[in-house]
Protein backbone atom coordinates (compact mmCIF):
# COMPACT_ATOMS: atom_id res chain seq x y z
CA UNK A 1 0.00 0.00 0.00
CA UNK A 2 1.32 3.69 -1.13
CA UNK A 3 -0.37 5.99 -0.10
CA UNK A 4 -0.29 9.54 -2.05
CA UNK A 5 -2.36 12.93 0.15
CA UNK A 6 -2.37 15.75 -2.84
CA UNK A 7 -4.91 18.44 -2.55
CA UNK A 8 -3.46 21.25 -0.03
CA UNK A 9 -3.52 24.61 -0.24
CA UNK A 10 -3.88 27.77 0.94
CA UNK A 11 -7.38 29.24 0.85
CA UNK A 12 -8.83 32.51 2.41
CA UNK A 13 -11.49 31.94 5.78
CA UNK A 14 -14.52 30.58 4.05
CA UNK A 15 -13.01 28.91 1.40
CA UNK A 16 -12.88 24.98 0.49
CA UNK A 17 -10.53 22.54 -0.68
CA UNK A 18 -10.72 19.03 -1.32
CA UNK A 19 -8.01 16.49 -0.42
CA UNK A 20 -7.18 13.53 -2.22
CA UNK A 21 -5.62 9.99 -0.48
CA UNK A 22 -4.71 7.86 -3.51
CA UNK A 23 -3.63 3.96 -3.27
CA UNK A 24 -1.00 3.40 -5.61
CA UNK A 25 -0.52 -0.08 -4.35
CA UNK A 26 -3.32 -2.73 -4.04
CA UNK A 27 -6.87 -1.64 -4.29
CA UNK A 28 -8.74 0.28 -1.72
CA UNK A 29 -12.05 -1.18 -1.60
CA UNK A 30 -11.18 -3.07 1.12
CA UNK A 31 -9.49 -0.79 3.64
CA UNK A 32 -10.68 1.33 5.87
CA UNK A 33 -9.22 4.95 5.65
CA UNK A 34 -9.08 8.09 7.56
CA UNK A 35 -7.64 11.48 7.41
CA UNK A 36 -5.90 12.79 10.65
CA UNK A 37 -4.71 16.40 10.90
CA UNK A 38 -1.70 17.96 12.65
CA UNK A 39 -1.66 21.50 13.31
CA UNK A 40 1.58 23.20 14.44
CA UNK A 41 2.82 22.57 18.10
CA UNK A 42 -0.38 20.30 18.74
CA UNK A 43 -1.17 16.51 18.93
CA UNK A 44 -2.26 14.71 15.79
CA UNK A 45 -5.65 14.37 15.67
CA UNK A 46 -8.28 12.62 14.09
CA UNK A 47 -10.81 14.18 11.34
CA UNK A 48 -12.97 11.98 9.51
CA UNK A 49 -13.12 7.92 8.53
CA UNK A 50 -14.90 5.63 6.00
CA UNK A 51 -14.99 2.55 7.16
CA UNK A 52 -14.05 -0.55 4.54
CA UNK A 53 -17.03 -1.70 4.20
CA UNK A 54 -18.57 2.24 3.23
CA UNK A 55 -21.41 1.47 5.87
CA UNK A 56 -20.16 4.11 8.07
CA UNK A 57 -18.58 7.53 8.37
CA UNK A 58 -17.05 9.12 11.10
CA UNK A 59 -16.41 12.80 11.83
CA UNK A 60 -14.44 14.92 14.52
CA UNK A 61 -17.46 17.13 16.26
CA UNK A 62 -15.20 19.89 15.07
CA UNK A 63 -15.79 19.48 11.14
CA UNK A 64 -18.96 18.03 11.21
CA UNK A 65 -21.23 19.04 8.88
CA UNK A 66 -18.42 21.10 6.93
CA UNK A 67 -16.15 18.23 5.51
CA UNK A 68 -17.21 15.19 3.81
CA UNK A 69 -15.82 12.04 3.33
CA UNK A 70 -16.19 9.94 0.32
CA UNK A 71 -14.58 7.09 -1.77
CA UNK A 72 -14.25 6.24 -5.42
CA UNK A 73 -12.93 2.45 -5.05
CA UNK A 74 -12.81 2.52 -9.31
CA UNK A 75 -9.87 5.33 -8.80
CA UNK A 76 -8.78 4.16 -5.20
CA UNK A 77 -9.16 7.16 -4.16
CA UNK A 78 -10.59 8.95 -0.93
CA UNK A 79 -11.90 12.50 -1.33
CA UNK A 80 -12.10 15.09 1.98
CA UNK A 81 -14.38 17.70 0.49
CA UNK A 82 -13.60 20.47 2.76
CA UNK A 83 -16.04 23.21 3.21
CA UNK A 84 -16.47 26.59 5.69
CA UNK A 85 -12.57 26.20 6.52
CA UNK A 86 -11.28 28.09 9.14
CA UNK A 87 -7.60 29.31 10.93
CA UNK A 88 -8.45 26.11 12.87
CA UNK A 89 -8.04 24.04 9.85
CA UNK A 90 -4.58 25.23 9.09
CA UNK A 91 -2.70 21.73 9.64
CA UNK A 92 -0.65 19.10 7.60
CA UNK A 93 -3.44 16.45 6.59
CA UNK A 94 -2.63 12.85 6.66
CA UNK A 95 -4.55 10.18 5.34
CA UNK A 96 -4.03 6.70 6.79
CA UNK A 97 -5.48 2.89 5.97
CA UNK A 98 -6.09 -0.16 6.58
CA UNK A 99 -8.19 -3.26 5.99
CA UNK A 100 -8.72 -4.44 9.52
CA UNK A 101 -9.94 -1.24 11.61
CA UNK A 102 -12.97 -1.91 13.32
CA UNK A 103 -15.57 -0.07 13.88
CA UNK A 104 -14.92 1.02 17.31
CA UNK A 105 -11.29 1.91 16.41
CA UNK A 106 -11.80 4.07 13.84
CA UNK A 107 -11.22 7.16 15.36
CA UNK A 108 -7.85 5.83 16.70
CA UNK A 109 -4.41 6.59 14.82
CA UNK A 110 -2.86 3.11 15.91
CA UNK A 111 -5.35 1.13 14.25
CA UNK A 112 -3.77 2.71 10.78
CA UNK A 113 -0.78 0.70 9.32
CA UNK A 114 -0.15 2.48 6.15
CA UNK A 115 0.39 6.42 5.98
CA UNK A 116 0.48 9.08 3.58
CA UNK A 117 3.24 11.71 3.48
CA UNK A 118 0.64 14.93 4.87
CA UNK A 119 -0.81 17.95 2.53
CA UNK A 120 -0.58 21.05 4.08
CA UNK A 121 -3.68 23.27 4.42
CA UNK A 122 -3.62 27.01 5.81
CA UNK A 123 -6.78 28.95 6.12
CA UNK A 124 -6.32 32.64 6.57
CA UNK A 125 -8.66 34.87 8.34
Known amino acids: VQLQASGGGSVQAGGSLRLSCANS????????VAWFRQAPGMDREFVAA????????YYADSVKGRFALSRDNARNTVYLQMNSLGPMDTAVYYC???????????????????WGQGTEVTVSS
Open 96 to 114: AADPSVISSSMRTQSAYRY
Open 25 to 32: GRTFRSYA
Open 50 to 57: IHRTGSGI
